[in-house]
């Protein structure tokens, strides 16, 4: 399978304890994006890289997240301290940049995180 | 920031009826994208709109991108039960970079 994957797919974890997640993007893909998506919403965006740079971060991510993609591949959100609502679907997203027409984004499964 | 307002919220259609999914910005978008996310699943890319007018089909799936480039839509004719999941519009960046979702129209589609 060469689509974007995630990992772990579940998660459950304490308040107040820190969680980690990896995406691996499509390989050739040199953009890679983080959204969050709860029930009834659609994905808010959260921070996206190009290779290894982090090009933009939402202002609604606070200090409590930290993404990293330190060799252009894989990535990793950290969300220090949990919180009950930081409960959602972490959604990742490759795309190659510059694109072809169209620019579209390929998601992987999501990480669902429920803070207990 | 850029918002994207997405109508109606929930659709319920027989099998065979028409839908349509509305997307409005209060800002000119540079592109809009569409995407379907199946019960339990992720958003699934269906087109990209870049030019101001442009209409373009899959099948018995229309989409439209305003004149104006503030609003688009999503016009399913004669719905059928793979046609079931929430429809969301997506404005992109003038860099591709990151997009601003809608909230998402849910579609059930009964037998």
């Known amino acids: 399978d060469t689509g974007v994957s995630q990992n772990p797919r579940h998660k459950i974890t304490k308040r107040g304890q820190n969680v980690t997640f990896r995406c691996d993007p499509i390989?050739?893909?040199?953009?890679l994006y983080w959204y969050r998506q709860t029930l009834g919403q659609g994905p808010e965006f959260l921070t996206y890289?190009?290779?290894?740079?982090?090009?933009?971060k939402s202002r609604l991510l606070s200090d409590r997240f930290s993404a990293e993609r330190p060799k252009g591949s894989f990535s990793t959100l950290e969300i220090q301290r949990t919180e009950q609502g930081d409960s959602a679907m972490y959604l990742c997203?490759?795309?190659?940049?510059?694109?072809?027409?169209?620019?579209?984004?390929?998601f992987g499964p999501g990480t669902r995180l429920t803070v207990t | 920031g850029q918002q994207v307002m997405q109508i109606p919220q929930y659709q319920h259609v027989q099998e065979g009826e028409d839908f349509t999914t509305y997307c409005n910005s209060s800002?000119?978008?540079?592109?809009i994208q569409w995407y379907k996310q199946r019960p339990g699943g992720h958003p699934v890319f269906l087109i990209q709109?870049?030019?101001?007018?442009e209409v373009k089909k899959q099948k018995r799936l229309t989409f439209q991108f305003g004149e104006a480039k503030k609003n688009s839509s999503l016009h399913i004719t004669a719905t059928q039960t793979t046609d079931v999941g929430t429809y969301f519009c997506?404005?992109?960046?003038?860099?591709?970079?990151?997009?601003?979702f809608g909230q998402g129209t849910i579609l059930t589609v009964h037998p």
């Open positions: 997203a490759s795309s190659i940049h510059p694109p072809g027409l169209p620019g579209e984004q390929y």
């Open positions: 390989s050739e893909h040199n953009r």
């Open positions: 890289f190009q290779n290894e740079a982090q090009l933009e």
């Open positions: 800002t000119t978008l540079s592109n």
């Open positions: 709109l870049v030019k101001s007018g």
């Open positions: 997506a404005a992109g960046g003038t860099s591709y970079g990151k997009l601003t």
